[in-house]
């Protein structure tokens, strides 16, 4: 009896709350892997990416266990931080991910190091801090569910994402 | 405290004061000779048998503790419970007084006997344990409880078994705490769940509206810390799994994850993550006061605690690369212990405090492993495309974890499974879930 009754009590754990809206917006990755490519570690292809403005991507990605800014995507945050500064009522969150080959308590940090050296980089363009927020998905979020190098490659990213 | 006042444990009989030639199971070794032993359904009476199928609707409250107890030591690796069609004494006699001829006959070299009651609407149950061949009674207890709690009855007299029969506390009252998978890998769906550890009696904790991860249970009390995206906000939370409340761990200015309990159950040590950077807090649940332990540019998590509370073990890539070390619990005298070729992560220190267990990445490969808490000694339990997050069992003899499968070349065909293993490297097995399962944490005993 007492024991239905912690039972019981446990179903008030569950509380009511917002649906994850930035995950809902990311699309589905689909399968194809003909068209990526890699340059070292470093995905270099086009797929998954969406534009905030012409001619600025929303992401970056990393070599695996990395979260050094390749000098290609050192342009897509000079991009993102202009388009930053023309539109000055946008803030923004930089979401940072990890591949699926990884602890998952150390990809949480390790998106987080990504996404700030993305941030740091904005930064140095000029872009205010309090413009900037930082939010890991580590692994959870991947756009590519394939188990290969490149659909790794795609996962392993900081996107900047608009947060109003 | 609730839980454990439950059960009213009452020893029915001393054991016999000097034992010698009984039979005794080494669990340091792979098992591959279990021992055969038999489970006969405990005897119930008419009267209770009504009773106990009007309460509970089981046929045969009896004879279905009894297969409690039969696939709880059948899982252990450790015995092999002979079939029932080959029983040649009814329950009621043999738990009177066996004819040991009988079950030597079946190769027995145990036998558990017992009888269930309906007194003042509670289950009472006694068992015996029977040594075959020296035809000896080895133990005796009897345990009163309320009839909800049947599988438990049939958990504990499986803990009392293996204690006698192995010399260590047993592992069968406990409850796994996990997080279940639903979903697309891309848009996974992931809830709270809890269970029995041989599966039953589960239930769904939160309803997945936000993701959730790493719950762990506090090794003192009921209660679980776990990593919740409430708002899209990443934060360590607190939750008593009896009263349903739950709040958040101290308030940061960021992301706060990778939490576990200390051995007291007083403090929640967990990582920090701020400007690219992750360092290792507590927070001491009474006074509220928040400590710095490590303090480093590097990525520092996945703490765990000695089972004393002196040390802390956790990942750190201050190397340069994933790799384990051990600190005093001040996070004074940092010593890296992992020097073995590949990356090494999640270490958690053996509640009987001797070794660590951890994830290893190597070549492609991931394992599950063990090693002293100086480092040496690394053993390497189990090897697969991807397994991580190792929980011990209360003693310290089994550990459970998850393991993913590689997608096909479409994407398609990931699961993730909850596996346990022997500290021998023997015995591993899926651990059955309703949905996918990952980060599995292993309570206590819910009873001793």
């Known amino acids: 009896m007492i024991l239905s009754k912690i039972f019981k ?68 945050l000079r991009a993102q931080a202009a388009w930053l500064r023309k539109n000055s009522d946008i803030n923004v969150v930089l979401e ?61 990213r900081s996107v900047t994402v608009k947060a109003n | 405290m609730l839980i454990k006042k439950i059960i009213i444990l009452s ?57 409690i107890v039969e696939n709880n030591l059948k899982i252990s690796g450790l015995f092999n419970p002979l079939n029932k069609d080959a029983f040649l004494q009814a329950p009621d ?45 080895m133990m005796a207890l009897a345990f009163t409880t309320v009839p909800s709690n049947w599988r438990r009855v049939g958990h504990i007299i499986s803990d009392k078994v293996y204690e006698r029969l192995t010399g260590e506390k047993g592992y069968f009252d406990t409850r796994i705490i996990y997080v279940a998978e639903e979903g697309p890998k891309t848009q996974r769906i992931k809830k709270l769940a809890i269970m029995d550890q041989d599966g039953f ?18 090794p003192a009390s009921q209660m679980v810390t776990y990593l919740s995206y409430f708002k899209n906000l990443p934060r360590v939370y607190l939750l008593d799994i009896e009263t349903g409340t739950q709040e958040v761990v ?26 690219g950077k992750s360092d290792i807090y507590t927070m001491d649940l009474e006074n509220r ?44 005298n940092v010593k890296r ?19 660590i267990a951890f994830t290893k990445l190597h070549k492609g490969k991931f394992y599950i492993g063990v090693m002293r808490t100086d480092g040496t000694g690394e053993r390497l339990l189990t090897e697969n495309y991807y397994q991580e997050a190792p929980s011990w069992s209360p003693n310290g003899r089994v550990l459970i974890f998850y393991r993913e499968t590689k997608t096909d070349n479409k994407g398609e065909g990931f699961s993730a499974k909850l596996w346990s293993i022997d500290l021998t490297g023997y015995n591993e097995r899926l651990v059955e879930t309703p949905t996918d399962a990952s980060d599995p944490s292993w309570s206590s005993l819910l009873s001793n």
């Open chain 2, 201 to 218: 009696n589960n239930k769904f904790l939160t309803l997945g509206n936000e993701l959730v991860l790493t719950p762990r249970f506090n």
């Open chain 2, 289 to 332: 006061i928040v400590e710095k332990i490590t303090n480093h540019p590097s990525i520092d998590t996945s703490p765990s605690y000695s089972p004393d509370g002196k040390y802390i073990t956790f990942n750190s890539d201050r190397s340069g690369y994933q790799q384990i070390y051990v600190m005093k619990n001040d996070g004074s």
């Open chain 1, 9 to 76: 009590n446990t179903l008030v754990v569950i509380v009511a709350c917002l649906v994850l809206s930035a995950c809902a917006t990311k699309k589905e990755a689909t399968i194809d892997s003909i068209g990526g490519q890699i340059q070292g570690d470093v995905y270099t292809g086009t797929e998954g990416v969406k534009y905030l403005a012409d001619g600025v991507p929303d992401r970056v990605f990393f070599a695996t266990n990395e979260s050094i800014l390749t000098t290609a995507s050192r342009e897509t």
């Open chain 1, 96 to 156: 940072g991910h990890a591949d699926e080959r990884g602890t998952r308590e150390y990809n949480l940090a390790l998106g987080e190091r990504r996404a700030n050296s993305a941030k740091d980089y904005l930064m140095t363009y000029g872009i205010s801090s309090d413009r900037i927020s930082v939010l890991s998905y580590g692994k959870e979020r991947p756009i590519d569910s394939g188990s290969t190098p490149l659909a790794w490659s795609k996962n392993r």
């Open chain 2, 11 to 67: 020893v029915l009989l001393i054991l016999p004061t000097k034992v010698f030639a009984l039979i005794e199971v080494d669990i340091t070794r792979g098992n591959l000779n279990p021992l055969p032993l038999a489970v006969s359904p405990l005897s119930i009476d008419d009267k209770s048998k009504k009773s106990f199928e009007e309460i509970l609707k089981k046929e045969n409250i009896g004879s279905e503790i009894s297969i």
């Open chain 2, 337 to 355: 212990i992992s020097f073995g070729k590949g990356l090494y992560g999640t270490p958690v220190w053996s509640p009987r405090g001797d070794l």
């Open chain 2, 250 to 275: 101290g308030d940061f200015p960021g992301m706060t994850f990778a939490p576990r309990f200390s051995p007291d159950g007083k403090k929640i040590i967990m990582s920090f993550a701020k400007d």
């Open chain 2, 93 to 137: 006699i043999a738990n009177l007084k066996p004819r040991f001829e009988d079950w030597n006959l079946i190769k027995a070299q145990a036998l558990i006997t017992g009888k269930v009651t309906y007194v003042d609407e509670k289950l009472r149950v006694e068992f015996r344990l029977w040594d075959v061949l020296a035809a000896k009674e």
